[in-house]
């Protein structure tokens, strides 16, 4: 466990050290896997400010950017080994650990914001919740809402599957994203997320999918030329803590983390909504040319509902637990 313990000195003048004498104050690190600016950025700026007003200055929370503390995968083993305390990380680098979290990133099932709070924030989440302790020693206790993840590429605008053809699609290394685009007729290359920038410059992919949020933040705008409004996949973003650390905090520090956590997940809901057209018009107007797909959809979501689906049904808990959600979505 990684958590600097310092028996704080007693106070020599009052107001410099928030904490009483003795008392154990514990520095926790937050990893995030993207640049600084984004969704991921907001949901740990705001769960700190929060989590050290909750804990009187006794504790604080640093947070580490752009990968600092490794991979976004890497970051789940090292929460789970009590190595990293918190990571603010892509769900869909958690599934490979918790499988039954694929519910959320089935193509299509999430249609909307509203849907995405609806499902993380009712039953189905707070079952997935415990899933990922079970299964992969994290503890999540609080969401960044990202938005859809569009297609971006340097080559040309796409709106149809078959434009595809041909095109180098980075995908993280998830076995749904994967089996998506494979229903659309490619082969996509699987890639951790801290190679992604230098990838695209590169040209070593042509192109990959994110939130229009953190297209900006990455700063992808400046290796992207085209983007394509897909709502295949909705990123959820979900801030993890390791369980063993979290079960070593005495019960207020445990509360304070429980309900910095739902506080700044609801921030989060609210950013989105507030940030995401302010960013969208930003990219176009740095030149970025912004297509929809042609059709309503229709053709990705045909292709990918009907492939995609039935292949995890298993994975996730059976097809009851996709039914769950989608009625819970009322559908
Ligand atoms: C990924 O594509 O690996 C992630 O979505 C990146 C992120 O966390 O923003």
Do not use: C
């Amino acid at each position: 466990m990684n958590i600097k313990k310092t028996v704080l000195l007693p106070l020599i003048t009052a107001g410099l050290l928030a904490a009483a004498p003795g008392v154990m104050a514990a520095k926790f690190k937050m990893a995030l896997g993207d640049a600084a600016g984004g969704t991921q950025w907001e949901l740990g700026q705001t769960f700190k400010t929060l989590f050290e007003k909750k804990a009187a200055g006794k504790h604080t929370v640093d947070l580490f950017p752009n990968g600092q503390l490794g991979d976004e995968q890497n970051t789940v083993n090292n929460a789970a080994l009590g190595t990293l305390d918190f990571s603010v990380l892509a769900i869909n680098n958690v599934t490979p650990f918790s499988p039954t979290v694929g519910v959320l990133t089935l193509p299509y099932v999430i249609q909307s914001a509203e849907d995405a709070k609806k499902l993380t924030q009712g039953p189905l989440g707070k079952e997935l919740t415990e899933n990922t302790i079970r299964d992969a020693g994290v503890r999540i206790v609080g969401w960044a809402y990202s938005g859809f993840r569009v297609l971006t590429n340097s080559k040309k605008p796409v709106t149809t599957v078959a434009d595809l053809k041909g095109m180098v699609i980075r995908v993280p290394k998830n076995e749904i994203m994967i089996a998506t685009y494979q229903a659309w007729g490619i082969n996509p290359t699987p890639m951790a997320w801290s190679e992604t920038f230098t990838a695209l410059q590169q040209g070593v992919v042509d192109g990959q999918d994110n939130p229009y949020i953190t297209v900006s933040a990455m700063k992808f705008n400046e290796v992207q030329k085209y983007i394509t409004n897909v709502r295949y996949l909705f990123s959820l973003e979900p801030l993890i803590v390791s369980e063993s650390v979290f079960q070593d905090q005495k019960p207020e520090v445990q509360k304070a983390i429980l309900e910095a956590g739902m506080e700044a997940t609801e921030h989060s809901y609210k950013y989105l909504l507030e940030t995401e057209d302010k960013i969208k018009k930003d990219l176009a107007a740095k030149g970025m040319q912004i297509s929809d797909a042609a059709d309503g959809e229709k053709e990705f979501i045909e292709k990918a509902t009907k492939a995609v689906w039935p292949k995890f049904y298993e994975s996730i808990g059976g097809k009851a637990k996709l039914d769950q959600a989608l009625k819970s979505l009322g559908r």
